[in-house]
């Protein structure tokens, strides 16, 4: 197998933290971009850059410039990028009334625009070479929005949609782009979460003030009984990285305990969605 330059993004927790290590392991050239790696994550960015393999880069996502010149430092020293993992996401969650539109522009600056930077950055090398691997971290809620987590979903619908249109007009020219949907897992992301800012509409919705609660005894639950492991989102990349140019899916379910749902909700709609493209000449781009 060939080596591979491999561009991780918020790689200083769960899965990016230990998709870095697993890709390095393999050999490759990873570069992990952490934030503030000189204050509030430098002992993450000091232990993960002692990994063999790994050089960690001080990014932040939602600067244009720097992250043009991460892009620019990578490509001076490697002369190219063959794999972006777009892993870096925030998630609040709460009724979607009480988030206000700063909230919103924040969601998207993180899940959607950020990562669009980053396809965008890297595609031209990937085209020169005729080959290339985009992968994008989304959610189950990717799939389907829930209820609390309305605005999180919509953010992951976006980088979905942007992905899956993505995925069809590149694939002719040597470059793949896949979508990983893990379901949930005890990462620090959920320690970060945090609910919307206008907390003056919640008591508008006491009769279903429980339902949060719920919800989170359900995800509860699944940890307790399921146990999932974070590194299963690790592997899943793994293995869309050593799978063949052109033979990778568009979408990997990664969730042992509600998957099923969203893999059935992915075949149905890839089976309408192929109906479409071919009404509208585009059959030959389904090859």
Request: charged fraction near 20%; glycine fraction near 8%.
């Amino acid at each position: 197998m060939s080596k591979k330059v491999v561009l991780i993004t918020g790689t200083n927790s769960g899965f990016g933290w230990l998709t870095a290590i697993s890709v390095a392991a393999l050999g490759h050239k990873v570069y992990a971009t952490i934030r503030d790696i000189n204050g509030k994550n430098a002992d993450k960015a000091k232990a993960l850059s002692e990994v063999e393999n790994i050089t960690v880069l001080d990014v932040a996502l939602t600067d244009e410039a720097s992250v043009e010149d991460a892009i620019e430092t990578i490509l001076a020293k490697e002369g190219t990028i063959d794999v972006l993992v777009n892993n870096a996401g925030i998630t609040m969650s709460g009724v979607a009334e009480s988030f206000t539109t700063a909230d919103v522009q924040e969601m998207f600056d993180v899940n959607v625009f950020a990562p669009w930077r980053l396809m965008k950055l890297v595609l031209p090398a990937m085209h020169k070479q005729s080959e290339g691997l985009i992968i994008n971290i989304s959610s189950g809620f990717g799939r389907f929005s829930a209820p609390f987590a309305a605005v999180y979903g919509a953010s992951k619908f976006g980088l979905e949609g942007l992905s899956e249109g993505l995925h069809y007009e590149v694939r002719p020219l040597g470059v793949d782009v896949a979508i990983v949907q893990p379901g949930a897992f005890a990462t620090e992301i959920y320690q970060k979460t945090r609910p919307g800012s206008d907390t003056s509409v919640v008591q508008g919705y006491d009769v279903i003030a429980d339902f949060p609660n719920k919800m989170a005894g359900a995800i509860g639950q699944i940890f307790q009984t399921i146990q999932p492991d974070p590194q299963e989102v690790a592997d899943a990349v793994v293995g869309l990285i050593n799978l063949p140019k052109g033979q990778r899916p568009l979408r990997t379910v990664v969730d042992r305990a509600t998957g099923k749902f969203v893999k059935a909700a992915n075949d149905a709609v890839q089976v309408e969605y192929e109906k479409a493209l071919t009404a509208f000449g585009m059959k030959d781009l389904l090859v």
